[in-house]
């Protein structure tokens, strides 16, 4: 957005008296539509003032606020909430609770680049959110990452108004900011298409049992949105889609209800018969494809803004998650480091552009909103904001002992929602 020019109120009166003596002919209609134009454009300057971007050096082109460096700032960088603050935090994102040995993860704030020349993001303004968000509402879709998503977005927020809670049993959970006429939800899917339990119920589970989801393996259906959630998506002003690693699990793919191939699958599990083995990211770009497509279609009904959140790398080091795998890192990577993403992250990620490009026309076409909310890069910076032995106490563990998948909370997570608030204000 362009910075605007407001001119004066003395000088926009005096320039209208001018107008007034220079034709005794002249009416109170140009007057009075001037005086409104004001009014709007002062408007307009004082509650969207904080989000414009200025311009680059050259004066064309606004910031590209994913491309940029992580800058040690204890102030400019401190967190709107810690786990004494808000109580929705869960175990596995309370690194304070645990113990984590250094809290300097909290010290670092994202600077775009260029931001030295005043196009820097801004830290995110809890009541400038809520003005922009009255009377909407935003829902959240996807694994313990979205969930992370929403807990440090709620959290930021609840600093200025506690929120009500609620879970139905349809599986979504709600929060509900009464005050600011504001409400967010969010429905847990590793997959967002159809999905079930190669070797469990008929319908797909709950996150109550996705430690059997995360064995698997598991049939999706990767032409068909999940139904669990997507009659929903109409009734929300913003969707939030991500959920990316759960693809590398073990799985069954389906196409117009019948198996095209199959990853870490045995013959058991496909009725004995040969059946192509196909790659992770086969299964999480048809994926994608499926729910972008439904969403830029205004699928039942949606005609809302669809938001595409990038994969959010994982930092393991000398191993991966159950072979020894550690994440030890206590800086940020510095713009001079490599920072390179493992396999298959950097295909989850790649696919994902290119299937949020291809869907655009179409959601224009449709009157839908689609925008991306890339974190991959700033995200693949931060090897050192992870759980790691500091998701759960003393002997306790949620699937693996050494997290270099989640983020502590607060953390870097948190620079997601100054995104979205970027994203809401254009």
């Given amino acids: 957005m362009k910075s605007l020019t407001i001119p004066s109120l003395r000088g926009f009166l005096a320039g209208v008296r001018r107008s007034s003596r220079a034709s005794s002919k002249t009416t109170r209609v140009p007057a009075l539509t ?9 408007f307009l300057f004082l509650f969207l003032a904080p989000f414009r971007s200025s311009p680059t050096g050259n004066g064309a082109a606004a910031c590209d606020a994913t491309r940029g460096e992580w ?24 690194c304070m609770k645990h ?6 993860f909290l010290q670092w704030r994202w600077l775009p ?54 879970h139905t049993a349809d599986g979504f959970e709600h929060w509900r900011f009464p005050e600011h006429d504001f409400a967010v939800s969010f429905f847990w899917t590793p997959f967002q298409v159809r999905w079930r339990l190669t070797h469990g119920p008929p319908a797909a589970v709950g996150p109550d049992r996705q430690g059997e989801v995360f064995a698997g393996p598991n049939d999706l259906h990767l032409d068909e949105p999940d139904e669990r959630w997507m009659p929903a998506a109409k009734e929300h ?34 009725d004995g018969s040969n059946v192509t083995a196909l790659p992770p990211a086969y299964a999480q770009r048809a994926a994608f494809r ?3 497509r439904a969403l830029a279609a205004g699928h039942q009904g949606f005609k809302g803004t669809a938001i595409l959140r990038t994969v959010a790398p994982t930092h ?9 795998g550690e994440c030890p890192s206590t800086r940020p990577f510095y713009r001079n480091q490599t920072a390179e993403m493992a396999e298959p992250e950097a295909q989850f990620y790649k696919a994902q552009l290119e299937e949020f490009r291809a869907a655009e026309a179409e959601a224009m076409a449709n009157g839908v909103r ?4 890339d974190v991959t890069g700033i995200m693949l910076r931060r090897p050192d904001a992870h759980p790691d032995r500091y998701g759960h106490g003393a002997g306790e563990h949620s699937g693996f002992d050494v997290d270099c998948l989640h983020w502590c909370l607060p953390g870097p997570i948190d620079v997601w929602n100054q995104l979205l608030l970027q994203i809401i204000a254009s």
């Fill in 34 to 42: 001037a005086l409104l134009f004001f009014a709007a454009a002062t």
């Fill in 71 to 94: 800058v040690h700032d204890p102030a400019g960088a401190r967190p709107h909430y810690t786990n004494a603050t808000c109580a929705f935090i869960q175990d596995y994102q309370n």
């Fill in 99 to 104: 113990g984590k040995p250094s809290l300097e």
């Fill in 113 to 166: 680049d260029g931001g030295r020349a005043g196009c820097e993001l801004r830290r995110f303004d809890v009541e400038a959110f809520f003005r922009l968000v009255r009377g909407r509402s935003i829902l959240f879709v996807g694994d313990s990452l979205a969930s992370s998503h929403v807990t440090s977005l709620v959290c930021t927020l609840s600093q200025a108004e506690a929120p009500t809670r609620r």
């Fill in 237 to 270: 002003d913003y969707v939030v889609v991500s959920a990316s690693h759960w693809f590398a699990r073990p799985a069954v793919y389906y196409s117009r209800g019948r198996v095209v191939g199959c990853h870490g699958c045995a013959a058991a599990e496909t």
């Fill in 290 to 292: 499926t729910v972008l």
């Fill in 316 to 324: 393991y080091s000398h191993g991966g998650w159950f072979d020894g």
């Fill in 370 to 373: 689609l925008r991306l909310l």
